[in-house]
């Protein structure tokens, strides 16, 4: 086939998810069948409707950062002016990095470039406690503005906007890496991070960089994200069933749950990749977005035929869909509309596999924590089920993985992502085979 | 020029910012030197260590569309938005046959700002027993005063999105956040978008205010705003040795990015070719640009090298100058270090020592304002520049317009966090 771009490879990632903090642990979980949605704990959430979430733990960012290491201790030094998001981006571009085999200062400056993906980075109330307290009293809507100009404005940390800017993520990974080629933060709620990826493979294909650190971190549980998602995401009202509540593409679906998760992945040409002699783990092939402006799928389609052109593939080529599948009624049935009508509905459609069920709803990062799901699929050559889709949904005419390990047999898999307003991307991946 | 590659051109432009409603206001008020700077009305801003901004006036969206409330919910943001796409749109004059997957959107768009008074009051009462939140008591008060639609509306793609379902644009839609260089990046990636086949339209550009007591709030504390309450048309003064700080300014920009056959094939007037983009990172500070302006002398390099052009080539700089100490004498700097003699025989000046600083918006609003120079030969002036500074000793077109014919615009933004875009515009010619 004639390329006249550069081939783009993915080379390293660095994951941190409510099922495990390292891609070992990860796959275990998914080979057990292991959710990681629980019962809130972060903090009490027993007066929220929707009470469960996809939590990381263990997450002590310091420990990965080491002081003896100039950029490293800036790094450190900055943590406590880093939202949890921020904390989780920059640790996961850290085990990126070093999963690539790519050592501080290996990559040439301006031809390392980054693109995350981010949502809005909430603030910390915590960090508004005695500039509320001076200029409210309590009472719904009540705030005294010139009160809080004169003494509630003053008492706040001075670098406290910067805690939750959208692309801080980026700007502290460029200073730990020193990369200084282009950088972008995309915005573009939960797909965020899947584009951020799509346009970090097209500036490596039209040259204005040879390496990438892509992908996302998104954390909502945080007592003001939290409430806000409660107000206008679908989320799940089985508090009592955790490990069993999202249950993408079942009958019995009642929508998602909140949680949090970072995956970040070293992309570069393969030319560069070869030349430095990194481990290649998988190619990028092919890439397309597109807007559902109503919402039938018909976008969602247009993105995933996008990224198989690109690819030069045909649908019957591709061996599993890693879907969006958020586990609401509403959404998971235009999903599989717009699947089915790329790859039909026959037994030669490709397996549909959803990851909602371990982790819950990831804003931004959902995009790069499910393909790093599916890239480990694709690695050990077995296709984990989508958990607790029990009886899958007659209304989503696919053909959704439910049960077992089914062996990964073509080379090839396609990653969807959307909004619930209509923007949507897919992204073609083929194993790499040497 | 270039190797052999897709070339992309502007046939609409659209604005509402503090000098109007539209792209002929705000190119008459930046020409006749006309500041869009006032004491803040959008709330009581009275004992703020700031109390001025550049503020959009009389604007009601019902004035633009009738069924304006279908947009209720929607914050200033997506408010601007529509304005200024429907303008944009409309000097654009597309047929209703175009094939609307191969038109996409691209914005640079701010976040939304959360519910002031029912977000502190919510912490209030969860902190009147403790110093921390209790969580139970937030999320009641939060929950039962929050309003959803509205809360809903602060997640930035949202503006894209309306956008994409008004105007029915169904190829790729973008949003980028890259602080105040976000819709020069977002127009520079639409270009590349174009360039790359992915589409054959791009409406972009961006839409922010952050003219709310959080934003303010903000900014004070990063002492980024001029503090100059007393005279609020003298305050935003850039490359004067006595600039202070920035001025908040809101608004949206938004232009019509078309492959050029395309826009040849149905008839379109063309104001310009998107000839040069370059993305950098300082990979310095979060709070400072680095000191030799590394990061904007490689990303000014960069969209020099994607147009093709040489350094001479450059017939105006329509600078980032936001009027703080750093920026403007870093900036000086990098466009020394890049046009080195020739830098002292360009044109240069900031069209925020009127309206202010768009933040996400900036880029974009500027860009229009270069596009129209080219079309009307006038370079508006840089006001309130009375003294001299040193280290800023550039042409930066003081306090009156100049009458001059240019085929090339440089247009800087240069973001916190060290994010640098610069993009080339030129005269269009076959």
Not at chain 2, 264 to 278: F, L, P, Q
Request: glycine share 10%; charged share 20%; aromatic share 8%.
């Amino acid at each position: 086939m004639a390329r006249s771009f550069p081939r783009v490879v993915i080379t390293g990632l660095g994951a941190i998810t409510p099922i495990g903090n390292d891609s070992a642990s990860i796959w275990q979980a998914l080979v057990e069948g292991r959710s990681g949605i629980a019962p809130i704990q972060a903090f009490d959430a027993s007066k929220l409707p929707s009470r469960i979430g996809g939590e990381i733990h263990d997450f002590t960012p310091r420990k990965y950062l080491n002081r003896a290491d100039p950029r490293e201790n800036v790094a450190l030094k900055g943590l406590k002016m880093m939202a949890r998001t921020i904390q989780l981006a920059l640790v996961a571009s850290k085990l990126a990095m070093s999963d690539a085999g790519a050592a501080p200062g290996s990559i040439e400056p301006s031809r390392f470039g980054l693109e995350f993906g981010a949502t809005m980075i909430s603030i910390e109330v915590d960090d508004l406690v005695a500039a509320s307290k001076v200029s409210s009293n309590g009472q719904p809507g009540q705030v005294d503005l010139v009160t809080w100009g004169k003494e509630g404005l003053p008492s706040i940390e001075p670098l406290w906007m910067l805690k939750f800017l959208p692309n801080m993520p980026a700007c502290h990974i460029s200073i730990l890496h020193d990369a200084q080629g282009p950088s972008n933060t995309i915005t573009e709620g939960e797909v965020a991070g899947l584009m951020a990826i799509g346009e970090a493979v097209r500036i490596l294909r039209r040259g204005q960089a040879d390496f990438f650190l892509t992908g996302a971190a998104d954390s909502k549980l945080s007592l003001l994200s939290i409430a806000r998602h409660e107000l206008f995401l679908p989320l799940t009202r089985r508090n009592e069933e955790p490990k069993r509540a999202v249950r993408p593409f079942d009958q019995s679906r009642d929508g998602t749950a909140i949680g949090e998760g970072t995956t970040v992945f070293a992309v570069e040409t393969l030319e560069h990749a070869q030349k430095r002699g990194a481990t290649i783990h998988a190619e990028i092939l092919g890439f397309g977005s597109a807007f559902d402006t109503r919402r039938d799928g018909q976008g969602m389609a247009r993105a995933m035929r996008a990224a198989l052109r690109q690819a030069d593939l045909a649908p019957g080529d591709i061996d599993f869909v890693s879907a969006h599948g958020l586990g609401s009624i509403e959404f998971d049935q235009i999903e599989a509309k717009a699947i089915a009508d790329v790859f039909g509905s026959g037994p030669d459609a490709p397996a549909v596999f959803g990851s909602k069920g371990w982790t819950g709803y990831l804003g931004a990062a959902s995009g790069p924590v499910e393909l790093a799901f599916a890239l480990m699929a694709m690695r050990h050559g077995q296709l984990p089920p989508t958990l607790n889709c029990d009886h899958p949904d007659p209304a989503c005419p696919i053909r959704v993985h439910h049960a077992g390990m089914r062996p990964v047999t073509k080379p090839y898999f396609l990653k969807l992502g959307y909004t619930d307003l209509g923007q949507c991307a897919a992204l073609v991946v083929r194993r790499w085979d040497g | 020029m270039q190797k052999h590659r897709r070339r992309v051109v502007i046939t609409g432009k659209g604005a509402i910012t503090p000098l109007g409603h539209n792209v002929d206001q705000l190119y008459d008020a930046q020409v006749h030197g006309r500041s869009g700077i006032a004491m803040i009305r959008n709330f009581d801003a009275s004992t703020f260590p700031t109390k001025f901004a550049a503020e959009v006036k009389d604007f009601r969206l019902s004035d633009y569309f009738p069924d304006a409330d279908r947009w209720r919910h929607a914050g200033p943001n997506t408010r601007f938005a529509l304005v200024a796409a429907k303008e944009a749109l409309a000097d654009a004059d597309m047929p209703s046959s175009l094939d609307r997957s191969r038109f996409g959107v691209y914005l640079g768009n701010g976040d939304g700002s959360n519910d002031f008074p029912n977000l502190i009051s919510a912490i209030a009462r969860a902190t009147q027993a403790e110093s921390r939140a209790n969580p139970s008591v937030f999320f009641e008060a939060a929950l039962s005063t929050f309003e959803a639609g509205h809360e809903y509306e602060l997640e930035m793609h949202t503006t894209a999105g309306r956008l994409a379902q008004l105007f029915d644009l169904q190829g790729p839609n973008y949003t980028c956040q890259t602080a105040c260089a976000a819709s020069s990046q977002a127009v520079g990636e639409a270009v590349e978008m174009i360039r790359a086949d992915d589409a054959d339209i791009m409406l972009s550009g961006g839409a922010h205010s952050m003219i709310h007591p959080f934003g303010v709030t903000g900014f004070n504390l990063l002492t980024a705003l001029s503090t100059h309450n007393d005279e609020p048309v003298k305050a935003s003064r850039p490359f004067d040795l006595n600039r202070d700080g920035f001025v908040l300014g809101e608004g949206a920009g938004m232009v019509v990015l078309e492959e050029l056959e395309h826009a040849k094939r149905r008839g379109a007037k063309i104001y310009g070719e998107m000839t040069g983009y370059g993305t950098t990172a300082d990979a310095y500070r979060v709070t400072d640009s680095h000191p030799d302006g590394r990061g904007a002398i490689a990303c000014i390099r960069m969209a020099l090298e994607d147009s093709g052009l040489s350094p001479t080539d450059i017939g105006y700089i329509n600078a980032h100058g936001t009027s703080t100490q750093v920026n403007d004498r870093v900036e000086t700097l990098a466009i020394k270090n890049v046009f080195g003699e020739q830098a002292y025989k360009i044109p240069v000046s900031s069209n925020k020592s009127m309206m202010g600083h768009l933040i996400s918006a900036a880029g974009v609003a500027e860009l229009i304002v270069s596009i129209m120079c080219l079309q009307k030969h006038v370079l508006p002036p840089t006001i309130n520049y009375e003294t001299p500074d040193p280290e800023c000793d550039l042409d930066y077109i003081p306090n009156v317009a100049r009458e001059k014919r240019v085929d090339h615009i440089l247009s800087n933004s240069f973001g916190f966090g060290g994010q640098n875009i610069s993009l080339i515009v030129s005269r269009f010619r076959d």
